[in-house]
């Protein structure tokens, strides 16, 4: 399902708050990631984690830190990473005493990916699906969950496929500023080798 075709990515809830305020900066709506430094930037699950933080509430690499429960050092390089990338940027600072404290959010709340290959699709795919675990595990109870496996016929695939984008699409337009954050994660992928 390459082939240019573009999918969202980064409805995330957060591990650290359950209910979310209105965001705490401002933000574009969408962006468009294609570029490679992008897509390699997001292809790390730790960095999908901090994107995934800041979605919408800025953080400072300290907040950070205590948050993922890594050393400053390690949370700064990702930072620039993804901060060189365009991914995020610096959307405040806070003097304390002698040293000034950059707090970090995304360049938009939602990113739309467009991949020209499969490869790229598929990797992308597991940096979301792992995410989607990490945050399953941290979830509180009452997750409703399925992995179901079927062979269908191209025309059934075709039409189930559609369904599910449907789903998708309805699944964020019902975003709320008052409701409680929750995560759809869906896939389909063929599980026969390529090769054989």
Not at 35 to 48: F, K, N, P, S
Request: net charge positive; charged share 30%.
């Amino acid at each position: 399902m390459a082939n240019g075709r573009e999918f969202p990515y980064g409805l995330p809830i957060s591990t650290v708050r359950a209910k979310q305020a209105s965001p705490d900066y401002d933000a574009p709506d969408t962006l468009v990631v294609s570029d490679g430094e992008q897509l390699r930037a997001l292809a790390d699950d730790l960095r999908t984690r901090i994107v995934a933080l800041l979605r919408d509430r800025a953080r400072s690499t300290q907040e950070l830190s205590v948050e993922l429960s890594l050393p400053k050092g390690t949370v700064g390089h990702h930072l620039k990473v993804l901060e060189r990338a365009g991914l995020i940027r610096v959307v405040r600072t806070r003097r304390i005493r002698a040293v000034t404290e950059k707090y970090y959010g995304r360049t938009a709340r939602l990113f739309v990916f467009r991949l020209d290959d499969d490869a790229g699709e598929r990797a992308l795919a597991s940096v979301a699906l792992r995410q989607a675990a990490h945050e399953l595990e941290q979830a509180p109870e009452g997750a409703h969950f399925s992995l179901v496996r079927a062979r269908l016929a191209p025309d059934d695939l075709r039409r189930l496929v559609r369904r599910l984008e449907r789903l998708v699409d309805d699944f964020r337009a019902a975003d709320s500023e008052d409701g409680v954050m929750h995560v759809l994660t869906t896939g389909f992928w063929n599980t026969e080798r390529r090769d054989a």
